[in-house]
């Protein structure tokens, strides 16, 4: 029931910055966490951030100070701001439902939009 679709992607310059966005359709309750990820060729996806409804915030350690992640209610929306992009952030970035709550691993999360190509060029 739930449907997401993420934009924003480009290809940019080392230190440049990006916001992707994630579009949410569908009901969206307390108890969901919603995350980003991302995936390299050839490379396991990841987790990037998150957050619970009632507002808190976790990142992975390779974006914590550079990445921000929030949400809007109305419309129901994700955001993923980039800044102080480095070429290791190339991935196609995902954002992602997980029914049951907390969780960085990819294998806990239920619904999943189609994804989004950020390339970071030195």
């Known amino acids: 029931q739930v449907q997401l679709v993420e934009s924003g992607g480009d290809s940019v310059q080392a230190g440049s910055s990006l916001r992707l966005s994630c579009a949410v359709s569908g009901r969206i309750y307390s108890s969901h966490f919603l995350g980003w990820f991302r995936q390299a060729p050839g490379k396991e996806r990841e987790f990037v951030a998150g957050?619970?409804?009632?507002?808190?915030?976790y990142y992975s350690d390779s974006v914590k100070g550079r990445f921000t992640i929030s949400r809007d209610s109305t419309p129901k929306t994700l955001w993923l701001q980039m800044n102080s992009l480095k070429p290791e952030d190339t991935a196609d970035y995902y954002c992602?439902?997980?029914?049951?709550?907390?969780?960085?691993?990819?294998?806990?999360?239920?619904?999943w939009g189609q994804g989004t190509q950020v390339t970071v060029s030195s």
């Open positions: 992602a439902v997980a029914r049951r709550g907390y969780s960085r691993d990819s294998k806990d999360f239920d619904v």
């Open positions: 957050i619970r409804m009632s507002g808190n915030k």
